[in-house]
């Protein structure tokens, strides 16, 4: 798939969403971005736009972030009952060991609602999101 082709997009200050097809939504969050319960609140009111209101799977992008994930923000991405209602399954992609960590803490101490797995590239994460449209499904 080619990310690169311009589509349906919005622009937050912490990050820039695109809608790369009926199923799959990309948020990649820019570098420096410390995510705070505001910023969360924006990403998911993003999400659910670009989603039309229906259930849609997260391609988050983090590579080369550079910030930091407030744990007020984790646990709302974790555990708000609506932005879970929409959000079947999220790929979490990371390049380098402290996002890692980061990815790895919000799953295990936020422990969220929507399935989440950390991948390294977007391809593999594309993939297994992929097996995931099933959850879609009413």
Same mark, same amino acid.
């Given at each position: 798939?080619?990310?690169?082709?311009?589509?349906?997009?919005?622009?937050?200050?912490?990050?820039?969403?695109?809608?790369?097809?009926?199923?799959?939504?990309?948020?990649?969050?820019? &570098?420096?971005?410390?995510?705070?319960?505001?910023?969360?609140?924006?990403?998911?009111?993003? *999400?659910?736009?670009?989603?039309?209101?229906?259930?849609?799977?997260?391609?988050?992008?983090?590579?080369?972030?550079?910030?930091?994930?407030?744990?007020?923000?984790? &646990?709302?991405?974790?555990?708000?009952?609506? *932005?879970?209602?929409?959000?079947?399954?999220?790929?979490?992609?990371?390049?380098?060991?402290?996002?890692?960590?980061?990815?790895? *803490?919000?799953?295990?101490?936020?422990?969220? /609602?929507?399935?989440?797995? /950390?991948?390294?590239?977007?391809?593999?994460?594309?993939?297994?999101?992929?097996?995931?449209?099933?959850?879609?499904?009413?």
């Amino acid at each position: 798939m080619d990310l690169d082709v311009p589509k349906e997009s919005r622009e937050l200050d912490c990050a820039t969403l695109w809608k790369l097809n009926n199923e799959v939504i990309l948020v990649r969050y820019k &570098d420096g971005a410390n995510l705070e319960l505001e910023d969360a609140v924006a990403v998911r009111d993003a *999400f659910i736009e670009l989603a039309g209101g229906r259930k849609f799977l997260g391609l988050v992008d983090a590579r080369n972030m550079g910030g930091t994930l407030g744990r007020k923000a984790s &646990d709302y991405f974790a555990k708000n009952e609506k *932005f879970n209602a929409h959000m079947m399954a999220q790929a979490l992609v990371v390049n380098n060991l402290a996002l890692t960590l980061i990815a790895r *803490f919000y799953i295990m101490m936020s422990n969220p /609602i929507s399935e989440p797995k /950390i991948f390294n590239n977007l391809e593999e994460a594309l993939d297994w999101l992929e097996t995931k449209k099933h959850l879609l499904e009413d």
